[in-house]
Every structure is written in structure tokens, then in C-alpha cells.
């Protein structure tokens, strides 16, 4: 069972899963890279799920999970540390902070009645401590999602081609090209959930051709697009 709806955090996404006992012959939907990173809880444990440059396949033992979906470049102010070393990675949050902070946390969490809103509660407070996210970001993101290449995007912005891989990797955990094609996954995600044919799918997600989006979807994924988004 999956349920998300908007955080009050901005541009976050509240997320609750309770996972049941696995039936070997079914397949296990990966989590795909999506430029975001999350601040997890299951039953006695704080994580923090770092920027995927591949597809993650969740834990299969029955649990309770509550998640906040960081957008692109927010959460490294968020918890103090840069993208980059948490990529492709889930750690503990007592790796991050101070143990003894992270125990009373995660004792609050588990003591809520909705552990999901008392791990939002918990975003909230640390995001009023902290500073904000840099502007520049966001409009990185919005540059490369429309489809813009790195090389517009640094040039529209006003920044040379090392400081943006440099910010990148800070925020984002690896550079604008790895970011571009991440978002251009989702892209065509979205398109394949319109119910688009392959074709239709590669042509409005910014591919070359149906050949290019099969290669990236594997090289992203370890899939293919029949099985992502098979036909409707």
C-alpha cells in the first residue's frame, strides 16, 4: 500500500508505505533515479536515501515506511551535507548528525500517531534552522527539464561550465549532464503514462529516436520500456 500527497515543506512530497511479505514470482518495481533524495523512518530508524544514478530495488521484509521526497538540490542544506556523498547511497541519519539528537528523534517518531506528519514536523523544524536553498538551482532544474542542453543552461544563468558541474554536484549529487538525463527519464515516464506509444514517448521526452530512449533507459534503470511502461 502507497499513499503520497504535498508536503507543507515546498516543493516536497510526503510518501507512506507499509510493505508486505513478497511473493517471490512478483516483480518488484525498482525506484528510479529522480533527481531527489529522501529522509526516510521505518520502525526505529532515521535514513536517508541519497540522488540514485541507477534504479534501487527496496528492502523485501515487511515494513512500515514514511519518506519526504526532497526536489532536486534542497536537501543537501537541508542536512548539512553535500549531494555528491550520498549518491547512489542510504545511510543512517545518526551517520550524519549527532547520534544521541538522531535516538530522541526517532524515538518521537516512533511514538507519533502518524509517524509520516511527526517526520515532516521534523523537516520543517530543521529547514526553519537552516538557510535556504541557492536560487540558481532551481533554476538549473527548470533549464535542463525543459530540454535546454548544459551548455545553454550555464550561459543562459551566467555561470561557466566548471562552477555549474562544481554547484552540481554539491546540490544534486553529480553533474548537470547526469541531471539532465535523469530528468529526461521522468519526462518520458510521465509520457509513457499518458499511455503514448514508444515512439511518441522518445519524440515529446527530448531522445533522439525510440533507439536512444531503449539505451538510456537501461543505462538508467537496468530495464527496458516494455517493461517500465508496456503498452496500454
Known amino acids: ?29 525498482p525506484v528510479l533515479p529522480d533527481g531527489c533524495m529522501d529522509l526516510l523512518w521505518t520502525d526505529g530508524r532515521l535514513l536517508v536515501a541519497g540522488p540514485d544514478t541507477r534504479a534501487y530495488v527496496p528492502e523485501a521484509a515487511p515494513a512500515r515506511w514514511a519518506g519526504l521526497r526532497l526536489p532536486p538540490g534542497t536537501a543537501p542544506t537541508l542536512l548539512g551535507v553535500p549531494a555528491h556523498e550520498l549518491r547512489d547511497r542510504r545511510v543512517a541519519l545518526a551517520d550524519l548528525w549527532p547520534a544521541a539528537r538522531v535516538r530522541r528523534l526517532t524515538a518521537r517518531i516512533d511514538a507519533a500517531p502518524d509517524p509520516a506528519a511527526a517526520l515532516e514536523s521534523l523537516a520543517l523544524d530543521r529547514a526553519a534552522e537552516s538557510a535556504p536553498p541557492d536560487p540558481l538551482l532551481t533554476r538549473v532544474v527548470a533549464s535542463l ?44 515516464l510521465a509520457v509513457a503514462g499518458e499511455g503514448a506509444s514508444y515512439a511518441e514517448v522518445a519524440a515529446r521526452s527530448g531522445y533522439a529516436d525510440q533507439a536512444h530512449l531503449t539505451r538510456e533507459v537501461r543505462a538508467l534503470t537496468g530495464s527496458t520500456p516494455g517493461r517500465l511502461f508496456p503498452p496500454t
Open 145 to 188: 527539464n525543459a530540454g535546454h542542453s548544459v551548455t545553454a543552461t550555464a550561459d543562459a544563468l551566467g555561470v561557466g561550465a566548471r562552477q555549474l558541474h562544481r554547484r552540481s554536484r554539491t546540490a544534486f549529487g553529480y553533474g548537470p549532464k547526469t541531471l539532465s538525463r535523469v530528468l529526461r527519464l521522468q519526462r518520458a
Open 1 to 29: 500500500m502507497y499513499a503520497e500527497r504535498a508536503s507543507r515543506l515546498p516543493g516536497a512530497v510526503l510518501w507512506r508505505r507499509r510493505m508486505e511479505r513478497p511473493d517471490p514470482a512478483r516483480w518488484e518495481r
